[in-house]
């Protein structure tokens, strides 16, 4: 069985005009001789583009096609979560060797742009950085442990918008800013960074450790569910992406680890863990 997409970009507006004896009918109207009408990808409405519009349906489309390809071809089981670990951050990046599943991102999506467009228009964009490749999550009864890696050396904490993490503590887009209930990483110093929770605007302090294209963070557990029991949540890393703007910058700018609006999902064994 095949299914067969059409109207990736297609975003034009093609103007016809009703010839000699003939007629027809535009948005509802009759036409007559010589009048104009447009077909396809006439408007905003009536597009049959999948390709994300800034200023107009967004990401819409796409996340339909996505979801709609993953009902007709299915999706790979979900990875399960290894044993619990305590992560020390005193220690070198080995001790994630075995930690599992590994959540991967595209290498190579931080390429700077300068092109001519049409007319006179000209893109550039220059916000790529860190270009995320890895991550990964541990736990113990204490903390949650979130690892990144990154394709090339980390650029320095004090950069603008360096690595955040958001995490979507209760799995509801309802909640929080864009679904995400907790930010990590807004005020970043040498070895500490904050946890701001949206609900109620207080900020925490975390450690982190970062060398060379790696980096790690250790949360409490308490922030992220109950501490005796299943931990389930997602989460999302951006890089040079600021967060007073749109979530569809996350297309755009910087770095998104997964793409877009999409998340990782991280779920613990359903058996209680003390």
């Given amino acids: ?16 005009t ?20 447009f077909v396809d990808a006439y408007n905003e409405e009536y597009s049959r583009d999948i390709q994300p519009m800034k200023g107009g349906y967004g990401d ?22 290894s044993p619990a670990k305590a992560i020390r951050l005193t220690s070198d990046f080995k001790q994630w060797a075995e930690v599992t599943p590994e959540y991967r991102d595209a290498e190579g999506d931080t390429v700077h742009r300068d092109f001519r467009g049409w007319g006179t228009l000209h893109y ?44 979507d503590t209760d799995q509801d887009a309802a909640t929080g800013w864009n679904g995400y209930d907790l930010i990590v990483g807004e005020k970043v110093g040498a070895g500490t960074t904050s946890v701001r929770r949206v609900s109620d605007g207080k900020v925490f302090q975390a450690r982190y450790r970062a060398a060379g294209s790696e980096m790690m963070i250790a949360l409490p557990r308490s922030l992220l569910g109950d501490p005796g029991g299943r931990l389930a949540f997602d989460f999302h890393w951006v890089d040079n992406v600021p967060l007073t703007g749109s979530i569809l910058d996350f297309w755009t700018q910087g770095d998104s680890a997964p793409d877009g609006r999409f998340n990782y999902r991280y779920e613990s064994s359903p058996r209680t863990e003390r």
Avoid at 18 to 37: D, I, M, N, R, S
Avoid at 139 to 163: E, G, S
């Fill in 1 to 16: 069985q095949f299914a067969f997409i059409d109207g990736w970009n297609e975003w034009v507006a093609q103007r016809f």
């Fill in 18 to 37: 009703v010839g000699a004896g003939q007629g027809g009918a535009f948005l509802g109207k009759a036409l007559k001789p010589g009048e104009t009408f």
């Fill in 60 to 81: 819409n489309y796409y996340l339909q096609l996505v979801a709609a390809m993953r009902r007709f071809k299915g999706v790979r089981p979900q990875g399960a979560a």
């Fill in 124 to 167: 550039k964009n220059e916000t790529g950085r860190n270009d995320i490749t890895t991550a990964k999550v541990a736990r113990d009864d204490a903390n949650v442990t979130f690892y990144v890696k990154t394709a090339a050396p980390l650029t320095p904490h004090t950069d603008p918008n360096w690595m955040l993490l958001l995490i």
